[in-house]
Antibody
């Protein structure tokens, strides 16, 4: 079945960087864009950006420009999200999500999420 | 950026009730409107895409409608498992913004 398996929880200090991985299975990795969405505790969903696994092309939300980098390794069907210069308000659950298109673009398969805690 | 505004922010209802959640976009988004359901401690789940297309496996009591800038999600007869938070999202342009969420609680 189609799955996105994310890496485990991370605890980081302010100013550090974090890498979250997302391994895809059950479908052709290069055929679908992958998005990253985060959710701070008790808050709503915040879109961070996407990566085209085929070309490596990316698009980032303005809020994260300069701090986020999305990459992929097609040989292991894995996408990565690096977030640098972490602050306490980056504490959140980070989701990778597959996007499909059928009359509209939509996020159909979600990873279980990776909790990132930023604390001194 | 396109702003998505949901109403109400929270809603109390009973099993068997019909409920409607609205979502307004700050500019036209054609049919690029999706709905997600999220339960506590879980990842969101796609319910409806392209305004009114039901995702596979989603019960038919869920329906969506609308066009342009005004959209609705309707649950025809609430079931216990429907108490959750619902989000709309536009996929017309980047950034792919979400509404702030509507929390549906048991009355």
């Amino acid at each position: 079945q189609v799955q996105l398996v994310q890496s485990g929880a991370e605890v980081k200090k302010p100013g550090a960087s974090v890498r979250v991985s997302c391994k895809a299975s059950g479908y052709t990795f290069s055929d679908y864009y992958l998005h990253w969405v985060r959710q701070a505790p008790g808050q709503g969903l915040e879109w961070m950006g996407w990566i085209n696994p085929n070309s490596g092309g990316t698009s980032y939300a303005q809020n994260f420009q300069g701090r986020v980098t999305m990459t992929r390794d097609t040989s292991v069907s894995t996408a990565y999200m690096d977030l640098s210069r972490l602050r306490s308000d980056d504490t959140a659950v980070y989701y990778c999500v597959r996007e499909r298109y059928n009359s509209a673009y939509y996020l159909d398969v979600w990873g279980k999420g990776t909790t990132v805690t930023v604390s001194s | 950026d396109i702003q998505m505004t949901q109403s109400p922010s929270s809603l109390s209802a009973s099993v068997g009730d019909r409920v409607t959640i609205t979502c307004r976009a700050s500019q036209t988004i054609n049919s690029y409107l999706n709905w997600y359901q999220q339960k506590p401690g879980e990842a969101p789940r796609l319910l409806i895409y392209a305004v009114s297309s039901l995702q596979s496996g989603v019960p038919s009591r869920f329906s969506g409608s609308g066009s342009g800038t005004y959209f609705t999600l309707t649950i025809s007869s609430l079931q216990p498992e429907d108490f959750a938070t619902y989000y709309c999202q536009q996929s017309f342009s980047n950034p792919r913004t979400f509404g702030q969420g509507t929390r549906l609680e048991i009355k």
